[in-house]
Every structure is written in C-alpha cells, then in structure tokens.
C-alpha cells in the first residue's frame, strides 16, 4: 500500500499521513458504532492533570475541558474488530514495521465541542514503554481535522532522539516539559475521515483545544512487532491477536499464558 517514498518520509520524520485507508461506507459504519460505544461505554472526564494546563488553557476554560474515552475497542464491537484489523491498515503498518504485527491497544480519544481536551507534547513511550523500535500508533479519523478542532502535531524527527524523560502527574499522566517542548514547533497533519496518520512510538506530538461545535473523535491503535519487548505500561505482558505473519521464538522464551 505504501511505496517507498512513503516509508522513507515515515523514517526521517517519524510520522506519515496515510489517505482514504477506510472507504467512506466503512467510516460511516465505524463512526455509527463509535457513537453508540460512547453512549454505553465511554468515560467523560477532565483528562490528563499537570501544570501544562495553565499554559495549554486559561483558568476558565480548563474547568471546562473534558476528555471521553475508552480502552480496546474491539473487546465491545465486532465493527471496530474488523476496522482495526483491517487488511488496508495492517498491509500498510507492516510496510513501516516489519512482515511480522502483534496488536497491542486500541483507544479511543474524543475532544468533545467547545472545550475539548487539548493534549500537552509527548511521546508515547511512557504509557507502554518498548526496547526498540518495532512500535507504530496509528490514529483512525472519524472526522475531518484542523487547527480549529484540535488535529494532531508532531515536532518532526523527534523520534531520532529515542525515548526521553517525561514530567509525571498522578504517575498515569506523562508530558514533556512545556517551556522545552511547544506546540508552536510542530507540523500540523490535517486529515479527512477515513483517513489514518501512523506515527513513531518515540514521535514528539500534541495538539490543541477542539473550539468547535462538533467533537473531534480520533481512534489510537497500537501495532508492534510481536519480537519489541515491552517493559512496563499499559497491556504489560498481554499477547494479543497476531495479524500478520508469525511469532518467532528466540532462545529461552515460554509460550504465553492464558493466566
């Protein structure tokens, strides 16, 4: 699906904006049974705590600001387990990765109207830390994106620095510190639904408050190669669903548990 121009962008700059991954019958189906698992399952709340906020908000609109979410999508829907396993989509992470995908996560991040929840520069390797490089997030777009609804950023070539050392709010909350890292720096990666932009787990990134009249409804999943140790974080020491090709035993590993 990708071509190596494609690829060699993805490893200079640690992200890649991959258009029309879903068709538009199959976004509108995956958008349907989005909105149903947000009125069933889905938690609202004020979202990642930090000093960042007072600098990412003024004090009003920090109040206000919310976050919906969920973990692992396709655990509640037979929809979203077809969307994320989608042949397209694997086909594609594998040309950046290896021939070799593991699944490790899917979650859902919702910037509801108004005052959606902005997200302060980091990298996703604090929540589910690996020892190498074999790891893509890929974020499924249910809308289109801008700078008026909070579209996703990235500091490019970030991910060339490996994995840095992030401030902490409530040990479950990671950013990097605000007066070294700015949005302002960033490169804005605008998409349509449908669309999916895949990223380094090393790639710096963040975005801004949604101030739009319509949420803004983004779904991360997490694909690695299923040899990237995982060391600590989220979905530690869970296998999960080989999509592509095969596990390869290196010398000494058990065979996974199911307990």
């Known amino acids: 699906m ?3 121009q494609d690829v060699a962008f993805f490893e200079d700059n640690g992200f890649l904006h991959i258009p029309e991954v879903f068709t538009s019958e199959e976004t509108q189906e995956l958008s349907d049974e989005l909105d149903r698992l947000v009125a069933e399952w889905a938690l609202t709340s004020p979202g990642w705590e930090g000093n960042w906020r007072n600098i990412y908000m003024d004090p009003e609109v920090a109040k206000q600001s919310k976050l919906t979410a969920m973990h692992d999508l396709q655990f509640y829907s037979q929809v979203w387990f ?3 396993t989608n042949p397209r989509l694997v086909n594609a992470v594998s040309d950046l990765i290896g021939p070799n995908i593991e699944l490790h996560h899917s979650t859902l991040h919702i910037k509801p109207p108004q005052s959606g929840h902005p997200f302060p520069m980091h990298q996703d390797s604090p929540f589910y830390p690996h ?3 074999g790891f893509v997030d890929v974020l499924v777009h249910l ?3 801008n700078e008026e609804n909070g579209e996703i950023r990235f500091l490019a070539g970030s991910h060339k620095q490996g994995a840095l050392e992030h401030l902490t709010a409530e040990g479950i909350y990671y950013y ?3 007066d070294d890292y700015r949005l302002t720096d960033t490169v804005p990666v605008p ?3 449908g669309d999916v932009v895949a990223f380094h787990l090393w790639t710096v990134h963040g975005s801004y408050i949604n101030r739009t009249n319509q949420p803004r ?4 999943i997490g694909f690695r190669d299923p ?8 979905s530690f020491q869970r296998p999960n669903l080989l999509l592509k090709g095969y596990r390869d035993r290196v010398e000494g590993q058990e065979l996974l548990r199911n307990s």
């Open 82 to 84: 077809r969307g994320i």
């Open 191 to 193: 998409a349509k639904k």
């Open 217 to 220: 409804r983004l779904v991360r």
């Open 2 to 4: 990708l071509d190596s």
């Open 143 to 145: 809308d289109d994106t």
């Open 176 to 178: 990097l510190p605000p």
């Open 227 to 234: 040899q990237n140790p995982q060391v600590a974080g989220q």
């Open 131 to 133: 020892q190498a490089k």
